[in-house]
């Protein structure tokens, strides 16, 4: 159908739809790794510590989240450093 013999509603839709185009292309895409961030108010040296990181990462894997395929577990460690907390407190 040539561009002069489109109905009105023909040309809503066609110029809806071309602007609705460019948003899928902005879809997460699967595989994409999620981001986790633990804040931990000791020393990356304490054992006890260390093993209740390590236990949680292990309990994600059960349900699914796998450390390096579809989840990222970033730690941070203040070492007990009160300058730290304070810093996180709102103002």
Do not use: C
């Not at 071309?18 to 999620?34: C, I």
């Not at 292990?58 to 070492?79: C, F, H, T, Y």
Request: glycine share 6%; charged share 20%.
């Amino acid at each position: 159908m040539p561009f002069d013999q489109l109905k009105r509603r023909q040309f809503i839709t066609l110029l809806g739809g071309a602007a609705a185009w460019p948003l899928t292309a902005h879809a997460q895409k699967p595989g994409v790794e999620k981001r986790v961030a633990v804040l931990m108010n000791s020393a990356a040296t304490d054992a006890t510590v260390q093993s209740l990181v390590t236990a949680f990462v292990q309990a994600l894997r059960p349900l699914g989240w796998i450390e390096g395929k579809n989840i990222r577990v970033d730690i941070r460690w203040s070492a007990g450093d009160a300058r730290w907390r304070a810093s996180m407190q709102p103002s």
